[in-house]
């Protein structure tokens, strides 16, 4: 029988864990899910193009050279494996890797322009439906969590993803969310759900259910973007939900 080869990414993988790290950490760290740092631990991926980041992290404890993601053969990014219930998405390069911008799926139109919302964050679902096909759904919720009315919102958002999803239609979204940072600056960001051909609606009603409710579910999306311990605080205001065939 072959001797079992032992890589560079293994033994730094196995340093790591016994220092107390886990899967889950040293993938935050690497920008990858523990999943991945976890089959390359265990050989079943060779995991080269994250040694010299698990090499620095295991010398020094940090890393401040991410390795680079994984490109398609157009220079766009390659799009890596959803949660459960999710759609393939195209992860976020790290600062110092190029990429290509590659065009929307055919089947996607052109985006409406999204304005920032303005005004009192009461209750609110404004529908724009357009000939072509795709529609477009505000909803607007207020930033206190223990509101009826947010509960309300979360209900409405569900039952917009629900009725695309009858209707086989795709979607995306940008998310409407007011973030205070550490240094105390804040701001009214969007974040933008789906990638470049969206999900099917079916993908994103599923995930709905799994966390519990829309809001849920879209607290989960932003919390990937925007770590714990990366802001003071995160309130989603709104939602734009945009379908179509």
Not at 48 to 67: F, I, K, M, R, W
Not at 168 to 174: I, K, S, V, Y
Request: charged share 25%.
């Amino acid at each position: 029988m072959g001797e079992c080869v032992v890589t560079s990414s293994q033994q730094h993988i196995r340093a790591l864990l016994a220092r107390g790290e886990s899967y889950s950490s040293i993938g935050k760290k690497l920008g990858r899910d523990g999943s991945l740092i976890r089959q390359i631990s265990l050989g079943k991926k060779p995991g080269n193009n994250l040694t010299a980041a698990l090499s620095e992290l295991d010398s020094t404890g940090q890393v401040t050279h991410p390795a680079r993601r994984r490109a398609t053969r157009r220079g766009g990014l390659a799009k890596v494996r959803g949660h459960k219930g999710e759609e393939a998405q195209t992860p976020i390069a790290p600062a110092t890797q190029r990429v290509q911008p590659t065009a929307q799926a055919s089947s996607q139109p052109a985006h409406l322009q999204r304005s920032v919302p303005v005004g009192r964050n009461t209750l609110r679902h404004e529908v724009n439906r357009h000939p072509s096909g795709w529609e477009m759904h505000r909803v607007t919720v207020p930033k206190r969590v223990n509101s009826t009315n947010r509960v309300e919102g979360d209900k409405i958002i569900k039952d917009v993803v629900d009725h695309a999803r009858g209707q086989g239609r795709r979607l995306d979204a940008t998310v409407w969310a007011d973030i205070v940072r550490k240094d105390g600056s804040s701001a009214r960001i969007p974040v933008r759900l789906g990638g470049s051909g969206g999900y099917t609606a079916q993908a994103a009603f599923d995930a709905i259910e799994n966390a519990g409710g829309a809001l849920g579910w879209v607290g989960t999306q932003l919390s990937r973007r925007y770590p714990k311990g990366s802001y003071k605080s995160l309130t989603i205001t709104s939602i734009d939900i945009q379908t179509w065939p």
